[in-house]
């Protein structure tokens, strides 16, 4: 059995302060593990993905996440936020059987 | 450039009359599923296709039907609509071998917006 838990459903930063957004996982097997975000009624696009091999992953538009295994965590964090990095965020984990499980999500928002 | 197509991004029908969505790709990935997404909520996976086989998640209402005619389509059929299914409907595509079916990485299409009056 897998499950996803995101810690806050709402995230809200000011435009060039860093972004935290967690996320903590369980799974019987060695998971990877996804972020996803998603603009307003857009489809998800990948943001990074942990498959075992390096646990700190860098994405696309400067974020990047530690794969933690004592702490079950993969956080997203990014150094600067940008106005348009405001979007919904999933954490996803996969297992060898082949499913994903998202998380409920979070909403990033940036204040200018 | 686009790889993952959804038609129609918006879909407007009445209660009980049919509708389908459609999804192409031109990845040529091996498997495509459908997900159901309702405001501020995550994608719940409603089936998918590995290959040919169809895989329905338990869950799933019967009202609820796919078909995959070919490598790059597939479609979502609602059969009878209610105000409930009303959503955003996601296909997404992923190359998965049972060996690295753990680095299950997803391709979203757009999405189709279903609204149902």
């Known amino acids: 059995a897998q499950s996803v838990t995101q810690l806050d459903s709402h995230v809200s930063v000011s435009e060039g302060t860093p972004v935290l957004l967690r996320c903590n996982y369980s799974?019987?097997?060695?998971?990877?593990l996804f972020w996803y975000v998603q603009h307003p009624n857009k489809g998800l696009q990948l943001l990074l993905k942990?498959?075992?091999?390096?646990?700190l992953v860098k994405g696309i538009n400067g974020f990047e996440a530690e794969f933690k295994k004592s702490e079950t965590s993969f956080h997203l964090t990014k150094p600067s936020a940008h106005m348009s990095d405001a979007a919904e965020y999933f954490c996803?984990?996969?297992?060898?059987?082949?499913?994903?499980?998202f998380g409920d999500g979070t909403t990033l928002t940036v204040k200018p | 450039d686009a790889m993952v197509i959804q038609n129609p991004r918006y879909q407007v029908t009445q209660f009980g009359k049919p509708v389908t969505l459609s999804c192409s790709q031109t990845l040529n990935h091996n498997v495509m599923y459908w997900y159901q997404q309702k405001s501020s909520q995550a994608p719940k996976l409603l089936f998918h296709y590995y290959d040919k086989d169809f895989n329905n998640e338990a869950d799933t209402p019967d009202n609820f039907q796919s078909r995959r005619p070919n490598t790059s389509f597939c479609f979502l059929d609602i059969r009878s609509p209610g105000l409930g299914d009303a959503a955003m409907y996601l296909c997404?595509?992923?190359?998965?071998?049972?060996?690295?079916?753990?680095?299950?990485?997803?391709?979203f299409g757009a999405g189709s917006r279903l609204t149902v009056l």
């Open positions: 799974s019987s097997y060695s998971p990877s």
């Open positions: 997404a595509t992923s190359q998965t071998t049972w060996v690295s079916a753990g680095a299950n990485v997803l391709t």
């Open positions: 996803v984990v996969s297992s060898n059987a082949g499913k994903s499980t």
């Open positions: 942990y498959t075992s091999a390096a646990t």
